[in-house]
């Protein structure tokens, strides 16, 4: 049986798949994941998450490699992790009232018969208006600074929200499994 291996270090995504109860390894892409000039956040995240899926597939060639990659857009800007507590607090004072979109990137890479399935999985935050007491409230609780948007939906920072709109809830945290499964299931892998 070939290997499925998660092309990716994070613990939300490991966490996510998790959850499909199958075997799999992770292994760290390792690429650079600089925008090109002129590229859209839908273009981006495509192309990031088939590169990553490929790079991996260099090293274990006879595996099913997952590669994903998401960005957030607000206004046309694409939004990054804050790293600090007053970048994040910067950040969601511009996102109070406003609306979000997850663009993420989902691609299943078999290696060895070098079949590549890949969609884009877009998915929106509409923020509630928010002052700097309750983004610091916020922040203090749940220090979302590794997270793009400086927000955690699947904590504490849905408190932050008005309404969501997807149609895979996981596309938000970073690994839309409703498409994975799909995926999965034509690359012959059994989920149920």
Not at 11 to 27: D, M
Not at 50 to 65: C, L, N, Q, Y
Request: glycine share 8%; aromatic share 4%.
């Amino acid at each position: 049986m070939r290997q499925l291996i998660l092309g990716s270090t994070s613990p939300y995504r490991r966490e996510l798949l998790e959850r499909l109860h199958l075997p799999f390894t992770t292994a760290a892409p390792d690429i650079d994941e600089t925008p090109l000039p002129g590229e859209k956040p839908e273009q981006m995240v495509l192309r990031l998450a088939e590169a990553k899926a490929r790079k991996v597939a260099e090293t274990h060639p006879d595996s099913i490699i997952i590669g994903g990659d998401q960005c957030s857009v607000c206004e046309g800007e694409i939004l990054g992790k804050p790293g600090t507590m007053e970048r994040a607090v910067e950040q969601l004072k511009k996102l109070s009232g406003k609306t979000i979109v997850f663009q993420t990137a989902l691609c299943l890479y078999q290696a060895d018969k070098d079949i590549l399935d890949i969609d884009l999985i877009p998915f929106t935050v509409h923020f509630r208006s928010m002052d700097e007491a309750m983004i610091r409230r916020y922040l203090q609780k749940e220090p979302a600074l590794n997270c793009a948007g400086s927000f955690k939906s699947e904590g504490y920072g849905i408190a932050l929200t008005e309404r969501l709109e997807g149609n895979d809830p996981t596309a938000l945290i970073g690994l839309p499994l409703i498409r994975l499964r799909k995926m999965l299931e034509a690359a012959g892998i059994v989920v149920v």
